[in-house]
């Protein structure tokens, strides 16, 4: 069964620009989750979708906006990026259930200069 | 703030010995993760026992789970320098988002 792939791998942009992430979840898991990770901030919860739907957000600014489509695919969008944004983002995927482990892809490591 | 907190920070080992790392919390939980991380690349789940489990083995990894003091532990025998990660447990306070606590560095000298 093939892993969690997120594309790009790598990106930089400027600021004031924005971004998007896509996240392909493993067959079968109708459930994506994404993750900001920093070295001040540690690894922090951004939101979750199951069936397209977002059904748990975290604390982030509505910059931050997310989607899944039918095939649980997801994207993550960042809009008016700022410095701070420079991290890696991981998205998660899982069943969807309460006792369901989240499988974890490569990443993408976004800089912002 | 956190959900959860690893202890220590950092741990440095000899191969061939025990590593022990902690983890504390602080809601009800459904289930807890631990993961490990290599130089900043994506994370691998180890193993997860749910709230009403106390232990669990995969290998030469333990977990066990104190849900009275709302506590975990990630016990690595005979450890390995292939071993040298971070390690995160990771909770879900009965909800679908999993809070990660601060991660311990392990670092296993060969």
């Known amino acids: 069964k093939a892993g969690v792939t997120q594309t790009p791998r790598y990106l930089i942009k400027t600021r004031g620009q924005q971004v998007t992430l896509s996240c392909s979840p493993i067959?079968?898991?109708?459930?994506v989750s994404w993750y900001q990770q920093t070295p001040g901030q540690g690894l922090q919860f951004l939101f979750e979708?199951?069936?397209?739907?977002?059904?748990n957000k975290g604390n982030f600014p509505g910059r931050f906006s997310g989607r899944q489509f039918s095939n649980s695919r997801s994207e993550m969008n960042v809009s008016t990026l700022e410095l701070g944004d420079s991290a890696l983002y991981l998205c998660?995927?899982?069943?969807?259930?309460?006792?369901?482990?989240?499988?974890f892809g490569p990443g993408t490591r976004l800089t912002v200069l | 703030s956190q959900q959860g907190e690893e202890d220590p920070q950092a741990l440095s080992i000899q191969e061939g010995e025990n590593a022990t790392m902690n983890c504390s919390y602080k809601?009800?939980?459904?289930?807890l993760q631990w993961y490990r991380q290599n130089s900043g690349r994506g994370l691998v789940h180890l193993i997860l026992?749910?709230?009403?489990?106390r232990e669990k083995h995969s290998g030469r990894l333990r977990v066990t789970l104190d849900t009275s003091k709302k506590s975990s532990s990630l016990l690595i025998t005979a450890s390995r320098a292939a071993d040298t990660a971070s390690y995160f447990c990771?909770?879900?306070?009965?909800?679908?988002?999993?809070?990660f606590g601060t991660g311990t560095r392990l670092k296993v000298l060969a």
């Open positions: 809601t009800s939980i459904n289930n």
């Open positions: 067959s079968g898991h109708r459930s």
């Open positions: 998660a995927s899982s069943s969807g259930g309460s006792y369901n482990e989240q499988f």
């Open positions: 990771a909770t879900d306070a009965r909800t679908y988002k999993y809070i």
């Open positions: 026992i749910r709230s009403n489990e």
């Open positions: 979708y199951f069936s397209e739907t977002q059904r």
